[in-house]
């Protein structure tokens, strides 16, 4: 679709949106990164108050497989694949996902403070591997829609548990 | 590139290209799934006696970002967004996937046998949940140079080591 196609579509004159945009680059960097922050909006993180919740909201993703976004999914492909040549796009995924990191982080800190996970764990190391979990499982669904990621997210409950037996 | 240019860069006339593979799609497809055995040889997955190992092959790859070969990563990636729509790839790679779990629930149940991972977490669950945090690190190392896969590779470790305390 064309930058006028755009403007067409949504209403607007041409030059409004050619006025906020300097292209069709930047105004497909702009819709990707809102349909990410719509599809996991940084409210749900902040009300997360245990890692259940954080657990919770991947099996969310993966208990019904029809319910993987298949646009959001596709538009995640495509918006890897443009990453991979445009830095200011890898800049602005990269800092999304700094984000969401430091979010998990600070939710393991407060769970290891209130003795739900163990003080052993590298906070910052553990929201890196709960991120990479979520969207390692979400790639490999969408290769494999038979992929068992609740016994996936249950193994990783298994070992969060049994990792913190309190004295 | 086209089929004749694969044949001559290959020097083989192009009737033994075209009568090998049935065309374009076909050659890509059976190059990308030979590369990726390339990069992930079975020998190595099949040779692996403990889970160090396979944490010790996640780490090699995020221990210096030079290692990730960009090659592979961008084949990786041009595949993934081919096997949303070509369901004969997608179903190769949910296959190839499913062999390398199997070999990792192996691992797993072996190191269950000898006491170095705790009986109670699920074996193949634990597979599909190490196949995932390997793609999800190297997805997010992509797009992030700085990634931290280390830190998260040591907060799996601290999991899976404080989760058995041999009685």
């Known amino acids: 679709m064309t930058t006028?196609?755009?403007?067409?579509?949504?209403?607007?004159?041409?030059?409004?949106v050619?006025?906020?945009?300097?292209g069709k680059q930047e105004l497909l960097i702009e819709s990707a990164l809102h349909s990410f922050a719509d599809a996991l909006p940084e409210e749900t993180f902040a009300r997360m108050t245990s890692l259940d919740d954080m657990l919770g909201l991947i099996?969310?993703?993966?208990g019904d497989p029809e319910a993987i976004d298949?646009?959001?999914s596709r538009l995640m492909m495509e918006t890897l694949r443009e990453a991979e040549r445009d830095p200011a796009?890898?800049?602005?995924?990269?800092?999304?996902?700094?984000?969401?990191?430091?979010?998990i982080a600070d939710l393991v800190r407060r769970e290891q403070e209130q003795g739900h996970v163990s003080g052993e764990i590298p906070p910052d190391g553990?929201?890196?591997l709960l991120a990479a979990v979520g969207d390692g499982l979400l790639l490999h669904a969408l290769l494999d829609p038979?992929?068992?990621?609740?016994?996936?997210?249950?193994?990783?409950?298994?070992?969060?548990?049994?990792s913190y037996e309190p004295a």
């Open 4 to 16: 006028p196609g755009v403007a067409e579509r949504a209403g607007l004159p041409h030059g409004a």
């Open 18 to 22: 050619s006025y906020h945009f300097r």
């Open 59 to 62: 099996r969310a993703e993966h």
């Open 70 to 72: 298949s646009v959001v």
């Open 89 to 103: 796009l890898r800049d602005r995924m990269s800092r999304l996902m700094g984000h969401y990191r430091a979010l």
């Open 126 to 128: 553990f929201a890196t």
């Open 146 to 162: 038979d992929l068992d990621a609740p016994g996936a997210l249950e193994a990783l409950d298994v070992l969060v548990r049994s």
